[in-house]
């Protein structure tokens, strides 16, 4: 599964192939560029990107930096953004992310919540561009027209890199994951202000408070024992059910893809599932001769 | 001996390499050192091996590792603070080094099993080894044994080979992800890294239990920087109270044993897939090519700008993300409640868990509650509990998508599910929230144990007609389908399956149907068995039996059956039974719970193996039963009695004394019956035969015939080779015939813990509970003995142990029973070449000593006197010969009983004191034994030197993996030592004077000692140590006054007495 399936017809293929594999903020963003009004130029610049013309996609800060061979000998240099919210603005949208547990839950785990937008609606701004006027960029080629294909061909491989780190979107909003993670925490501790002073105490020690010895420093013998027999599930070694190892369970690897390695994703994972195979049944050789 | 260790050394990063871990391998042993202290470094480790040693040992144990080099590392140890200057008038005082300036405090470090001192500090020593690269430690470690047993390896190897082996589990699983660790800072590489997942319950459980035993020696090190500059100048004093302070010492603090495990563990990993992959760039973008070949690569550093590695960490994080988070101290956790009375929606609690002690929870609340605090959860700190919990939560959602609904409000406690989403829930949501790392609750009845599996619950009683005296006899029973803990009949079952809902409540309690569920019972209904106190005796011994494909639940005996079930279960001592009439002696009252019991297993026709601990008295207990036997008139035809030949005689001189109304007869010697006729008419009236397992095996054909009431075997570990042939013609012996045999066996040795050894006992006991041999083997023997499989071991346990009643000498009870001190006879007779060597010996000197001049004859009769104890001792020793030749043991019936025993006390692990009189014996003797136990045997005699005594003497009584025989001469070992370590001490041959053999007991039987000492002396029957030891016993007080000044006396002595002391009187012995 490709988080690019454009092939040569750009529309249907976006609205057909795979799109409910994606994340559903790479879908938004695929979403947002098929509303442009001029398809032509888009397909220009999607040839673009496929031929590799883009040569690199940096996340500065909140500003994407980009790098794109055009007739010119150099590269040139194309900058998007977005509008970033002002720390009023956040605080308004923390104060509504706080009011879910879920919000906070999900994007601890690393899940972007689906309906992430209405929280910031508290704020009167959002977190997802509207339209694709609202990602203004700057292109350093002689084209006057913005986007100019250059910056198209950015527009197509930023869905991607948006797979790779969900919270890209938030750092381009003014808050990296970090930031925006202790915030939440610190809006919550605000929030738990109220319930800790009523609730009961004494499970809740200080941080200050030494910490308990190590049961080996009372009792220094603990330094070299170990008295314990081999735990019953690791008698016998067994490999994994069909479908139920790490892999299985990762999935599809959240990397963009170089347009001119169409199937090197595809082709890196297939090549750890087979090795391993191989891996699982040297463990289990290792395993059986262990004790002879 | 020397004790092997295996500490990790932790990378080293500089931004020159990206350093890899290594693991250190190094011993120590037991010498004499001097006390020592760090300057400008830390100290060298005084007592270990050094590298070169250490290659030659390793390869001699064939565990020499590939791939190492010699390593030094600073390792943070337990130690003993000694003043320097207190001991140095102890030591050759060769410390003149006047420059060197005194460190301010000396001392050595403790050695594992090492007594621990008052005051124990922790200080950091240099210590060198051997280095070992990650990917050869790994089969290192896997080629370690899985099961203890291993004096010279420490402890902590098998916790590294218990990791290596899980590290090995979750490779062939698929346990694991590629990632990007990004660099430490500025300069240092970026690295690709192989990451083991731990999000499955087990493998979380399994990072507990490991982190929570975790011996600190395995991760005690600081990589050894040579000392440089001014850097290294700093010295680390750990003292426990400034651990307590937390005093940053990072590798050295013993802390966070969870996150620490995890570490090592991915290293493991790491090396191990590191070595195998393969990478194969073809057709790879440039991004994923440099990871792809620095996953293969050796260093594992990826060669990528730090924007495009920081891409990869970012991708390959979040792509782990999906399976797997932090390693923390708690997690989420779910509990699920039943509905109220009357509702229908099930209640979801959200909870915070520990991760070391699932029981330890909190609910959500006091989560919210502690804010930016550290909650404490019993003993263990979680920090940023509410993230924790939200985390879990987060990861929860992308397996229960009903719990999106519970997470509406800021702070959320709990929820509401409809039964579909509960059953959801139990049949499969519990699973992958858990392997999600969500801890899950569930109602006792339906979480999924047996319990919560329809079964029985069975009510059962003698029938009142009962004598209750066999196996195989009905009993009166009623039985109830169960699940969950509530019964239910059939017509109820039937009820609540026709409700076709997978949850149903029944009598308060909440059960899941399953499909087969009403079939099986509707089966049992119909057959409706009957029971046997064997069944009973089955479904008693291990829970989850089934009858008929249903387990059992509940099993109520009667008063009656429960007394039986729990003698015979072990679950209570057995009954006592007093000594029988025409038994001369007494016994004591752990005895009589082991003649109760011999007697508990007789009436049920099981063959019973009395394992007591040497010294509780096995032999009196059997002849004690064998006595009952008459008395209650039930010993009407012979028991055979095979014992080695070494004890033969013990036991004949056992049976006179204590039980003179059995009729002993002894197969034995060339003019033993040899034809079946002469045999029977030789054993009218007899009741016990003795022989030994060698004629057993020559005279089968004549033994089987006879028509024997019951064979027991002394020496049980005689038979533990199935396929030597004394073991198969024994087991022949056992196996019924016209009547009956009963089955007793006796041994010392803890049978129970030598898998190997269990089946040919248990073959010649109860043949039906072990099963054939091969099945056997592949059953118990391999995954015990390989894999150490404790739940293996426990089922095999669970089988033998109503037939091994095993009493040791420390067991509470038993300890208040023994006196301090027992003082055993060991009876010993004489080789057939000790025998003509003692008859020449007494010939020859006899005449001369009449005849010589008065003056000469009190020397004469000492030196006889010595010449005859010496043939008792063994020939060798009378023949001044000097070596150990071939069949040196079989030459001297006294040395072959000598060995018997000392296994056992090896096997036990206790330590022995050997005492003789002669020099040249405990030369002979200490080559046989360092050659027959190959280990070191010290002796001390009167030509030891000074310093070297005292060093024989520390290091028996200090020296964690000291030696366990000590040899002694009587006259330079007998006073003023202290040997308290020793709780066994042997008189190998008398003196005759009992003050001076006391005098040697009590090297170990003295202040300081813990336990009971065994004191052993050693009679050769027949001989002159018999007449003398009568004498002294008969005449106490009369030779304490005659022969208080030592062995003078005895050469005062007229020929005639002379003659009846030293003559051997021949049918005394084998």
Not at chain 2, 602 to 621: E, P, S, V, W, Y
Request: glycine fraction near 6%; charge should be neutral.
């Amino acid at each position: 599964m490709t988080n690019t399936p454009i092939k040569t017809d750009i529309t249907t293929a976006l609205s057909e192939q795979g799109l409910g594999e994606q994340p559903w903020w790479v879908e938004q963003w695929m979403e947002l560029i098929n509303s442009y009004r001029f398809k032509k130029r888009l397909e220009r610049a999607w040839t673009y990107a496929r031929e590799g013309n883009v040569t690199s996609i940096r996340f500065e800060g909140r500003r994407v930096h980009a790098r794109v061979q055009g007739t010119d000998e150099e590269p040139y240099k194309v900058k998007l953004w977005l509008d970033v919210l002002n720390d009023e603005d956040w605080g308004y949208v923390l104060e509504a992310l706080t009011q879910k547990a879920r919000w906070s839950a999900q994007l601890l785990a690393g899940i972007m919540p689906s309906d992430i937008e209405r929280a910031f609606a508290a704020s009167g701004r959002r977190l997802f561009p509207f339209k694709l006027q609202e990602v203004r960029s700057e292109c350093s080629c002689p084209d006057k027209a913005n986007p100019c294909k250059h910056i198209s061909a950015i527009y197509f491989l930023m869905g991607d890199r948006f797979s790779e780190d969900p919270f890209v979107l938030f750092q381009l909003r003014g808050r990296t994951r970090s930031k925006l993670l202790a915030d939440l925490a610190e809006q919550r501790r605000e929030a738990l202000k109220a319930i800790a002073i009523k609730s009961n105490q004494e499970t809740i020690v200080n941080n200050e408070l030494p910490v308990a010895p190590h049961p080996a420093v009372i009792e220094p013998s603990l330094w070299w024992a170990y008295d314990a027999s081999l735990n019953a599930d690791l008698v016998v070694i067994t490999p994994a059910m069909e479908g139920d190892t790490g892999l299985h369970a990762a999935g599809d690897l959240p990397l963009a893809e170089e347009p001119r390695y169409p199937e090197a994703r595809q082709r890196f994972l297939k090549h750890l599932h087979q090795q391993g195979e191989a891996f699982a049944q040297q463990a289990m050789l290792q395993a059986m001769a262990a004790g002879e | 001996m020397s004790l092997l260790h295996a500490t990790w050394l932790p990378a080293i990063r500089t931004p020159t390499s990206s350093g890899r871990p290594a693991l250190l391998v190094w011993a120590d042993t037991w010498r004499v050192a001097q006390p020592t202290g760090p300057a400008e470094t830390p100290a060298i480790h005084p007592l270990t091996l050094d590298p070169e040693t250490l290659r030659t040992w390793l390869g001699e144990k064939d565990l020499l590792p590939e791939g190492i080099i010699d390593a030094t590392a600073c390792l943070t140890l337990p130690s003993r603070q000694i003043k320097a200057n207190n001991k140095s008038k102890a030591k050759p005082k060769e410390t003149n080094a006047e420059a060197v300036s005194e460190p301010e405090w000396t001392g050595l470090p403790l050695q594992a099993g090492e007594p621990i001192p008052k005051q124990c500090e922790w200080w950091p020593w240099q210590v060198q080894g051997l280095a070992i690269e990650p990917s050869a430690a790994t089969n290192w470690l896997a080629r370690l044994p899985l099961s203890g047993g291993q004096p010279d390896l420490g402890d902590e190897l098998r916790w590294w080979s218990h990791l290596q082996r899980w590290a090995l589990s979750l490779i062939a699983r698929g346990r694991w992800l590629p990632q990007v660790e990004l660099s430490k800072g500025e300069g240092y590489p970026h690295r690709a890294r192989w990451v083991p997942l731990l999000n499955r319950e087990d493998d979380r459980r399994r990072l507990e239990e490991l982190a929570a035993r975790l011996p600190l020696v395995a991760t005690c090190a600081l990589p050894w920087r040579e000392p440089t500059g001014r850097r290294s100048n700093r010295i680390t004093r750990l003292r426990p109270e400034a651990m307590r302070a937390a005093n940053p010492i990072a590798s050295c603090r013993p802390r966070s044993g969870r996150l620490r495990v995890a570490n090592l563990l991915e290293d493991l990993v790491d090396a191990q897939l590191r070595k195998s992959f393969e990478p194969n760039t073809q057709g790879l973008d440039p991004l994923l090519t440099a990871w792809e070949e620095a996953l293969g690569s050796e260093t594992g550093v990826i060669q990528l700008e730090n924007e495009e590695a920081e891409r990869l960490a970012t991708a390959s994080s979040h792509w782990k993300e999906g399976v797997a988070g932090k390693v923390a101290a708690a997690r989420a956790c779910l509990e699920l409640f039943t509905p109220t009375e009357g509702g229908e929606l099930w209640e979801l609690r959200f909870a915070l868990q520990a991760e070391a002690d699932p029981t330890l929870k909190v609910p959500a609340c006091t989560a919210w509650a502690s804010g930016s605090q550290v909650l404490q959860l019993g003993e263990i700190r979680v920090e940023n509990p509410g993230e924790v919990l939200l985390e879990g939560m987060g990861r929860a959602l992308t397996v229960f998508q009903p719990i999106e609904r519970g997470l509406d409000s800021a702070t959320p406690e709990s929820m509401q599910l409809t039964p579909a989403e509960a059953f959801v829930l139990v049949r499969t949501g519990s699973t992958q929230l858990r392997d999600v790392g969500v801890g899950v609750e569930l109602p006792a009845s339906l979480s999924g144990g047996l319990a919560s599996r329809l079964g029985l619950a069975i009510k059962a009683e003698f029938p009142d007609t009962s004598r209750s005296f066999t196996l195989g006899e009905s009993l009166a029973w009623n039985w109830e389908l169960m699940i969950g803990g509530v019964t239910l009949t059939l017509r109820e079952l039937e009820r609540l399956a026709s409700k076709r809902s997978p949850l149903v409540q029944h009598k308060g309690a909440w059960i899941e149907l399953r499909p087969n569920d009403l079939k099986n019972a509707e089966r049992f209904c119909s057959a409706n068995p009957d029971i046997s106190l064997d069944d009973a005796l089955r479904l008693t011994a291990t829970e989850g039996d089934t009858l008929m494909k249903l387990p059992v639940h509940r099993f109520e005996a009667g008063p009656r059956l429960q007394g039986v079930l729990e003698q015979y279960h072990q679950q209570k001592a057995p009954d006592p039974l007093a000594a029988p009439e025409g038994f001369n002696g007494q016994l004591r009252p752990y005895q009589e719970r082991g003649l109760g019991w011999l007697a508990f297993l007789n009436r049920f026709d099981q063959g019973a193996c009395l394992a007591d601990d040497m010294g509780l008295g096995k032999t009196i207990q059997l002849l004690a039963f064998l006595q009952h036997l008459k008395i209650e008139q039930e010993l009407k035809r012979p028991v055979l009695l095979i014992a080695p030949t070494s004890v033969l005689t013990n036991w004949k001189r056992e049976a006179q004394a204590f039980t003179p109304d059995l009729k002993v007869h002894e197969h034995y010697g060339p003019r033993r019956p040899s034809t079946t006729s002469t045999l029977q008419k030789s054993l009218k009236g007899v009741d016990l035969v003795l022989t030994s397992y060698g004629l057993i095996q020559r005279d089968i054909d004549l033994i089987e015939i006879i028509d024997w009431q019951g064979v027991v075997i002394d020496e049980a570990q005689a038979i533990k080779n199935p396929s030597a042939k004394q073991s198969q013609a024994t087991r022949e012996i056992a196996r019924p015939s016209k009547n009956n045999r009963f089955r007793i066996a006796l041994t010392g040795t803890p049978v129970e813990n030598r898998v190997s050894e269990l089946w040919a006992l248990m073959d010649f006991l109860n043949p039906k509970v072990l099963g054939e041999e091969d099945f056997f083997r592949q059953r118990y023997r391999l995954p015990i003995e390989r894999y150490g499989d404790m739940s293996s071991l426990k089922d095999l346990k669970a089988r033998v142990s109503p037939f091994i009643l095993r009493r040791l000498k420390t067991d509470k009870a038993i300890i208040s029973d023994l006196p301090e001190k027992v003082e055993l006879s060991e009876w010993v007779g004489l080789s057939k070449e000790q025998k003509s060597l003692y008859s020449k010996t007494v010939e020859n000197t006899l005449d001369a000593i009449a005849r010589a001049p008065q003056g000469q004859r009190h020397g004469k009769v000492l030196g006889l006197l010595t010449r005859l104890k010496q043939i008792c001792n063994h020939p060798a020793l009378a023949l001044k010969e000097t070596t150990v030749g071939e069949g040196f043991m079989a030459r001297s019936s006294k040395l072959e009983r000598l060995e018997e025993i000392l296994e056992e006390v090896i096997e036990a692990g206790d330590r022995a004191l050997l005492f003789t009189q002669f020099a040249e014996w405990g030369h002979l003797l200490q080559a046989y034994l360092q050659q027959r136990w190959q280990c070191d045997v010290p002796f001390l005699h009167g030509s030891t030197r000074k310093s070297e005594r005292q060093a024989m003497v520390d290091r028996f009584q200090e020296d964690p993996r000291g030696p366990q025989l000590f040899l002694l001469s009587l006259k330079a070992g007998g006073v003023g030592l202290n040997l308290t370590r020793a709780n066994h001490v042997f008189h190998i041959d008398r003196w005759w004077n009992p003050a001076v053999e006391n005098q040697a007991t009590d090297r170990a039987y003295r202040i300081g000692q813990a336990n009971r000492v065994m004191v052993h002396k050693f009679i050769t029957s027949g001989s002159v140590e018999e007449k003398i030891n009568q004498m002294i016993r008969e005449k106490s007080r009369l030779a304490e006054d005659i022969i208080g000044s030592g062995e003078d006396w005895l050469g005062g002595l007229g020929v005639n007495q002379l003659r009846d002391l030293v003559a051997l009187d021949d049918n005394s012995s084998p």
